[in-house]
């Protein structure tokens, strides 16, 4: 598979991009800005942030960046190739919220 793609986050060549609403659709984020991201990144971002934590504290790719557990995440998948599968569990206060 070609990989064409680079996530904005880790940096890593991958196949599939995913768009992510920097804030989320239901908190009115339809005209806001979007993050092109690899499906691990994508999957991680929603595991560690509810919608309300992204609308209000990690709403831009920076802010989001400088978190400590994203700074600790993009160390462990940098050497891992984009395509890769890795499980991420979704963190205790995200399932409570959903
Ligand atoms: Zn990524
Ligand atoms: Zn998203």
Redesign the pocket.
Known sequence: MAQNHICELCNRNVSII????LI?LEKGGKHFKI?Y?CTTC?TQ??ALFTNRE?ASRYNSLNSLKNDIRIIKFLKFIKDIPGDSYISIKKSKHVRKSS
């Open positions: 995913t768009e992510h609403h989320p993050a991201l994508h971002i929603h992204l």
